[in-house]
């Protein structure tokens, strides 16, 4: 059984399987339509979310399974002082396949271990989010025809921002990746991402303030919100919240076919000018995740979609 807690958790190659299965799904949605019949996806979701926790649950509706799950802590008994490896060896008893986010490092890691089932991380704290790494890789393989030969600007939070840590640990395996670190001073990348990751690669990388100075060189920009939860004072926020608002007049500076990226919520970061210039890719970007959330539904559970519907799903 596997769970997946990062994109590492996946070789180059599976990468590529799940992605051409992902890309598959988009063009061929009614050959998978029954493939997750009788299968239940669990949600269990510690913080707040929109895009994971509805596109996971569309992705097993789409597949013909179904779904159960919790949207907050309180609504489940964490707000009694459950554990969480007490909350997965009851899921377990109820689902297939479970999705989990949590706002501490590490939990979901801690349910996997406790698991009869697979567990797959949907955003843990500062952390990692895999998924939204999955989403990301297939909305630039598809828009660009390529993982290589990129240059790509992270830009806004880059300390917090647990979606730009895992994109980065994923595309360092590709090749001629380059980096350009767009954030203030006191939301630069962590060490454990620049030193150990980056350099210990020889990714090459820069770290600069300037968003305009950046933006002629870049193949895809990639905006991240400021993680106001990750915030330990109000006065650190509100001072950071709008460093960067990417209009349409800095549009005008990038290139032709660059892209957009955000893995969303966006707050004030992306003027809503942008959303019509044909460049900015975020909502096509969580259309893409639905795909690759139902390719990753169908490899953790081993289903084999080669096979005829009669020789799968048989009950156990
Ligand atoms: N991209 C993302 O993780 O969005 P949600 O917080 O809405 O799930």
Redesign the pocket.
Known sequence: MRHLMSPLDFSVDELDRLLDLADDIEKNPARYAHTCDGKKLATCFYEP?????LSFEAAMLNLGGSVLGFSSADSSSAAKGESVSDTIRVISCYADICAMRHPKEGAPLVASQKSLIPVINA?DGGHQ?PT?TLTDLLTIRSLKGTLGSLTIGLCGDLKFGRTVHSLINALIRYPDIRFVLISPEELRIPSYIREDVLAANNVPFTEVERLDEAMPQLDILYMTRVQKERFFNEEDYVRLKNYYILTKSMMELAKEDMLVLH???RVNEISVEVDDDPRAAYFRQAQYGVYVRMALILTLLEIDVSKPQTERNLPC
């Open positions: 979310s929109t895009r994971t926790r955003g989010h939204q893995p969303l919520p």
